[in-house]
């Protein structure tokens, strides 16, 4: 009994430092890229979705390099799902909505679903060859997938900053015009004009310490999280779908709650859409070229097309709501998560 207090109270801890250590994580690079001329939106996809996902990434590749690989596949399958179904759900209940944009359907939405098939494809041929090459072949896929996202998301960036300075030179004088062309025209005037904020040195410090204590607090993490399972005979990939998946979220929930009730939509969803893609490509395609990872026939058959169907129906559910996740489109999310863990738990095993 005094064994499982212990292990209990290292994994309460280093959960601790994970949450607090992601925070500063995600203060800092906020400031480090709204210095440099980054929009609202791009940080949400990109570097708070990368911040948040910091625990999951940092746990799964820990889980891969100490021979518990399955808990780090369950990990990033399982975040995913609660990320979708459970935090944008419980976001939409909390605030009554969250409106997003064409991109989100038409680029950030899509993108997700387009990984977690590739994610599919590739589980499927390492779990057909066994091969460590076809393993690190899938790892570069997907690394490559994301630059390649992160690529076309500056692209829109620098797209969208010529309109609107194109936008603002013809119809400066009346500013009523501008701010009904474009409803982020506050976020991307800060954009362009990047003299209202200087780079801090000490946040770029910050942000390294802040990396420096999630590697630490991930492998606690992982370590007190490993032995959980072995004093209660669950097995690593089960630890990995709940318990680890819904509690290195905390971030992602207090971001993507906070960010709604203060009406940065854009951030809120994006965040969340950008975490479900980095989680795969970087927190299942770092580890992978590493380790051969090995992949569980249900993962395959259910937990990656359970997934996949979040995806679809979150994309779904938005497109046909005016653009927005309603209060009822919430409910409908988060017993979406409901439905899989009581199907996995108790008829999937």
């Known amino acids: 009994m005094l064994e499982i207090l212990e292990i209990a109270v290292l994994f309460i801890i280093a959960l601790l430092i994970v949450i607090k250590a992601a925070d500063i994580f995600v203060d800092n690079v906020l400031k480090v890229g709204t210095a440099l001329g980054v929009s609202q939106v791009l940080l949400g996809i990109t570097a708070v979705a990368m911040g948040t ?40 209940v909390i605030t009554g909505y969250i409106e997003a944009d064409e991109k989100f359907i038409k680029r950030d939405g899509l993108m997700a679903v387009l990984v977690g098939v590739i994610l599919f494809c590739i589980m499927f041929a390492v779990l057909l060859t066994s091969s460590d090459i076809v393993s690190k072949i899938g790892s570069v896929i997907m690394i490559a997938v994301f630059f390649y996202y992160l690529r076309i998301l500056i692209k829109d960036q620098k797209k969208e900053i010529r309109e609107f300075e194109s936008i603002k030179e013809k119809t400066a004088k009346n500013k009523d015009t501008i701010e009904k062309i474009d409803e982020n025209i506050p976020e991307i005037e800060e954009v362009i004009d990047r003299n209202k904020k200087t780079l801090d040195k000490k946040n770029i410090l910050y942000v390294i310490l802040a990396i420096i204590s999630i590697i630490i607090g991930c492998e606690l993490l992982v370590h007190s ?74 993962s395959l058959y259910f937990d990656a097309p359970y997934m996949i169907a979040v995806y679809a129906l979150t994309i779904i559910l938005v497109k ?30």
């Not at 390099?65 to 935090?87: C, D, P, Q």
């Not at 819904?246 to 906070?258: D, Q």
């Not at 994006?270 to 795969?280: C, D, L, M, P, R």
């Open 53 to 92: 996902s910091l625990p999951e990434y940092g746990s799964a590749l820990i889980s891969s390099l100490s021979s518990t690989e399955g808990m780090g596949l369950g990990l990033v399958i399982g975040s995913n799902i609660w990320n979708l179904a459970g935090i944008l759900g419980i976001s939409a």
């Open 225 to 298: 999280t490993r032995e959980l399972a072995a004093v209660f005979a669950i097995p690593e990939m089960m630890m990995g779908l709940f318990l680890l998946a819904i509690t290195t979220s905390f971030p992602e929930l207090v971001i993507a709650v906070t960010s709604a009730r203060k009406g940065l939509h854009g951030m809120a969803i994006g965040s969340i859409v950008g975490t479900a893609a980095f989680n795969i490509l970087i927190g299942i395609g770092i580890p992978a070229f590493v380790v051969t990872m090995p992949v569980n026939p249900l």
């Open 320 to 349: 046909y709501n005016g653009m927005k996740l309603t209060r009822l489109t919430g409910i409908f999310l988060i017993s979406l998560y409901i439905l899989y863990v009581v199907l996995r738990i108790f008829f999937i095993t």
